[in-house]
């Protein structure tokens, strides 16, 4: 090429001294050619070309109905769609599905008239069928922010021939701590004060409570029965979910994992009877409703809950976090102080609490399809969905709407605070926000922002100064449980093992009742053997066999190894 560079050299100039000898020779004026109107209306054109942003379309069928259908000018015209714009100079053009998203995405996929990205809850079908391609050099060219963010949870989403092909959301990112969410006891405030506010740190401490309620408190003021401790049944977990987290069983999981990374299931952990023990004692004594494992939701709110006959309740945090509305609207006496504090107590066998479990791999997928013309720019969005700024612009809305830089942190206008406090509903808000929609993407809200804030801030307790909701942060968030590579502990398993554990968990479910509604401890114990046995009959040993062997496949693919 340089060759040819100096070879060139002297014929332009030639060019150049013949070009201008001729000008002088035929005495031609050096004049200064204005543009035409023609030539002025090109170049708008050709920058207007050039400014244009780059269109993706984009299809959400992952699920869950959004707020604003396809064709409302929500999508094209909200706060977020134009920041991003501005930032990028790229334009989201948006599908959503509605109803069973699954469907209609199936008939597209099969059309071959598909878009850009596409949200979906599983990706196995547009992994298989080449829909969705590698993304491993977009994220080393242009995803540095995503690369970080996700740390080595990208191990997790290779598939077998090494290659990324989906993103998901709601991962906590790398470095993270979550806030303090999932199990917990709940202690009615009013009570817990009038009993001096007891120590309640292990399941002896909350033994002892519940007896002194009992005594203390054993009619509500309109003399139906108070109960120390209620609950209800309204799925496998619900009687007793609660209390087997507060033993160590990572929240959700329904599995114990030795010291030694095995797993079994949580009722042949070393503390397991004594937590069925723990229940049954309650039961026997009184301390417990005896409709607890029997009644659904709907009734224990209406029952008991709502007409303040609970005294404590042992769950998810939320599940009694609304009824003080309902004691005060009701005027009931010390009404204000009515509200359900959060509690996480030991077993003296127990494992440290796991009352929420996150996991880095996250939930659902994007990807970008085979028929994105620009998969550059598709990177350069998602990758900036993953920075500070982008995912809480995404989570919040652009800055000076809802919120404003105050004292070098984000903070709530008055305004908008007083609307979330009023209990306004959050559609409004996205309309004038647009807050949420994007972060469906690649968003997560888990963890906490450089400025100590929550991701979103009108569920931050110290932005809305919900002193309540501070409590059960600080109650809760020291017990959280990466569970990263304790989901999707069935993947690949043959039919007979599926089998196993489906009655594995129908008898984990069922079975455990005859447990705790034993009318002597001797009873207890006899019942618990036979649980654990019955177990073991219907397959437990396979299954288990099984979920071990992934587990600590995906540990080794975590760390790169």
Known sequence: MKRVQKMMAPIAAAVLCFTVLGACSNNAVNETVEPTAADNQAGVQQNAKKDEPIVLSIVNSAGGTPNFPTGDAFWEDNP?????????????????????????????????????????????RVIADKIAIPLNELIEEHGPDLKKKYGSALNLLKQDDGNIYHLTNSYLPEGATPPGYGYSLQVRKDIYDALGSPKLATSDDVYNYLKQVKEKYPKTSDGQTMYPLSGYNRNWGSPYFGMIAMAGSPADSKIYIGPDDTIKY??????????????????????????????????????????????????????????????????????????????????????KPAVFSVSKKGTGAIIIT????????????????????????????????QWEMKDGKPTLTQSYLDRWIAGEKQVNIEKETGMGHYARIVG?????????????????????????????????SPYWYDATTIGDLMVGADTDTLNKQQAVDKRLYENAFSVILAKTEAECAAEFAKFVSELDAAGAEQVEAYMTKMHQQYEKQLSGT
């Open 80 to 124: 977020v769609a134009k920041a991003l714009e501005e930032k990028l100079n790229i334009k989201l053009q948006w599908d959503v599905y509605s109803g069973v998203g699954k469907d209609k995405l199936n008939v597209t996929l099969a059309s071959g008239d598909y878009p850009d990205l596409i949200m979906l809850s599983d990706p196995a």
């Open 266 to 351: 949580w009722a042949k952990a070393p503390w397991a009877q004594e937590v069925l023990q723990f229940y049954n004692k309650l039961y026997r004594e009184g301390l417990i409703d005896p409709e607890a494992f029997t009644q659904d939701y709907a009734t224990w709110q209406k029952s008991k809950l709502y007409p303040a006959r609970v005294a404590a309740h042992i769950g998810g945090w939320n599940q009694t976090y609304d009824v003080l509305k309902t004691y005060t609207d009701a005027k009931l006496p010390n009404a204000e102080n009515m509200y359900f504090e959060n509690v996480v107590f030991k077993f003296p066998s127990g494992d």
């Open 370 to 401: 085979d028929k994105c013309k620009n998969p550059e720019a598709a990177m350069k969005l998602l990758n900036y969905l993953t920075t500070e700024e982008g995912n809480f612009l995404a989570m919040n809305g652009p800055e000076g709407i």
């Open 444 to 476: 997560s809200d888990l963890g906490r922002t450089s400025w100590g804030t929550y991701w979103i801030l009108k569920d931050d307790p110290v932005a809305t100064n919900d002193t309540r909701a501070q409590q059960r942060d600080q109650a809760l």
